[in-house]
């Protein structure tokens, strides 16, 4: 079983930073991707941030320049940085993992975090 846990969601003001964390656990042959989702009540589940396997990243227009994706060198832990953050980036962001085991691609999901950008 691969287990994804998240850490670094919180309250903040406008113009603010937070970093999430988000580390893979578990047996796994390969760890294809690493990214970031968010869903608010209103909208669906969207992605923000995406690494992979070769390190090309991928961001949602919305993000762009403010927010940083980054893993650590194992490969495992990835990060997201969020600078100058928008009352509009409230949501519980996901972490999403597109792994293989053995012979079978999955998709994992974390347990979500809660940000909170307060204008």
């Known amino acids: 079983q691969v287990q994804l846990v998240e850490s670094g969601g919180g309250l903040v003001q406008a113009g603010g930073s937070l970093k999430l964390s988000c580390a893979a656990s578990g047996s796994f042959s390969a760890i294809n991707a690493l990214g970031w989702y968010r869903q608010t009540p209103e909208n669906e589940r969207e992605l923000v941030a995406k690494i992979t396997g070769g390190s090309s990243k991928y961001y949602a227009e919305s993000v762009k320049g403010r927010f940083t994706i980054s893993r650590d060198n194992a490969k495992t832990t990835v990060y997201l940085q969020m600078n100058s953050l928008k009352s509009e980036d409230t949501a519980v962001y996901y972490c999403?993992?597109?792994?293989?085991?053995?012979?079978?691609?999955?998709?994992?999901w974390g347990q979500g975090t809660q940000v909170t950008v307060s204008s």
């Open positions: 999403n993992a597109d792994v293989t085991i053995t012979y079978q691609r999955l998709l994992i």
